[in-house]
């Protein structure tokens, strides 16, 4: 049996990125206080949501400009 990263404690995906890493996270912190000060209103957290939902489209775009980048041979 071949040993999986899964199995070795690490993460299935390693390439995923976890949220902790992205640089929105302060983005993604701050919407989920929000959601916890006003739970009963969430409307009042669509800026944060917004906010969040804006630099994680950023962050994608910019992964795939780099990924264009790279040779999928090399």
């Known amino acids: 049996m071949g040993s999986t990263a899964a199995a070795s404690g690490g ?11 992205s640089q929105c996270f302060p983005q993604y912190t701050a919407s989920l206080k ?7 209103d969430k409307s009042k957290c669509q800026e944060h949501f917004d906010v969040y939902k804006e630099c994680k489209k950023k962050e994608r775009e ?3 400009e780099r ?3 790279r040779s ?3």
């Open 11 to 21: 993460p299935p995906y390693p390439s995923a990125a976890r949220i902790s890493d």
């Open 62 to 64: 910019a992964r795939l």
């Open 34 to 40: 929000c959601l916890e000060q006003f739970s009963t």
């Open 72 to 74: 999928f041979f090399s």
């Open 67 to 69: 990924n264009k980048t």
